[in-house]
Antibody, heavy 120, light 108 residues
Framework: EVQLVESGGGLIQPGGSLRLSCAAS????????MSWVRQAPGKGLEWVSV???????YYADSVKGRFTISRDNSKNTLYLQMNSLRAEDTAVYYC??????????????WGQGTLVTVSS | SYELTQPPSVSVSPGQTARITCSGD??????AYWYQQKSGQAPVLVIY???KRPSGIPERFSGSSSGTMATLTISGAQVEDEADYYC???????????FGTGTKVTVL
């Protein structure tokens, strides 16, 4: 059974750093495309970042240069290092597995999400 | 950056048809996907590759795409279909994922 469990969220001051983790089971993280998606309170879904199975990474403009996506193959875990956090980064952060779709990809499994609150 | 535009809300009576549109410049070349999200829950895929329905999704959900617009149709909407719906696709490079602005569907 595929499972994704996020952790690492919490309250952090503006300008601070936080690392989110997403522990996967039932599949191999390094063999899949994996993304982070966030949702601010009362707002819509926003894609944040993706890491491809080959290791390439891409970011939304809103987080580029501040966030870093990575994975630990030995732990089968996905990470999101978030630096220089701003109030507008406050959101529930989901990790999601991507499934190949005729040359495209979509999210087929999601974690339960972890809340990050950036506030002084 | 690339955007997908949806109407903020759609209201329909039970048993009627709800249609949600999603507009994006890359849609002629990129598939559209649709996610349903109920309050406090993770999104659930209801349509993939413009018009395909995952197993377990009721037949009343259908999708289509033409030119720069994709459409999700709920035929015979049920009260349990009340949720936020998001279209999803990628930009022309295929590397940046994008969600639509979201549509709140009310069935009453």
């Amino acid at each position: 059974e595929v499972q994704l469990v996020e952790s690492g969220g919490g309250l952090i001051q503006p300008g601070g750093s936080l690392r989110l983790s997403c522990a996967a089971s039932g599949f191999t993280v390094s063999s899949n495309y994996m993304s982070w998606v966030r949702q601010a309170p009362g707002k819509g879904l926003e894609w944040v970042s993706v890491i491809y199975s080959g290791g390439s990474t891409y970011y939304a403009d809103s987080v580029k240069g501040r966030f870093t996506i990575s994975r630990d193959n030995s732990k089968n875990t996905l990470y999101l290092q978030m630096n220089s956090l701003r109030a507008e980064d406050t959101a529930v952060y989901y990790c999601a597995r991507e499934r190949d779709s005729n040359g495209a990809a979509y999210f087929d499994y999601w974690g339960q999400g972890t809340l990050v609150t950036v506030s002084s | 950056s690339y955007e997908l535009t949806q109407p903020p809300s759609v209201s329909v009576s039970p048993g009627q048809t709800a249609r949600i549109t999603c507009s994006g410049d890359a849609l002629p070349k990129k598939y559209a996907y649709w996610y349903q999200q109920k309050s406090g829950q993770a999104p659930v895929l209801v349509i993939y590759e413009d018009s395909k329905r995952p197993s377990g999704i009721p037949e009343r959900f259908s999708g289509s795409s033409s030119g720069t617009m994709a459409t999700l149709t709920i035929s015979g909407a049920q009260v349990e279909d009340e949720a936020d719906y998001y279209c999803y696709s990628t930009d022309s490079s295929g590397n940046h994922r994008v969600f639509g602005t979201g549509t709140k569907v009310t069935v009453l």
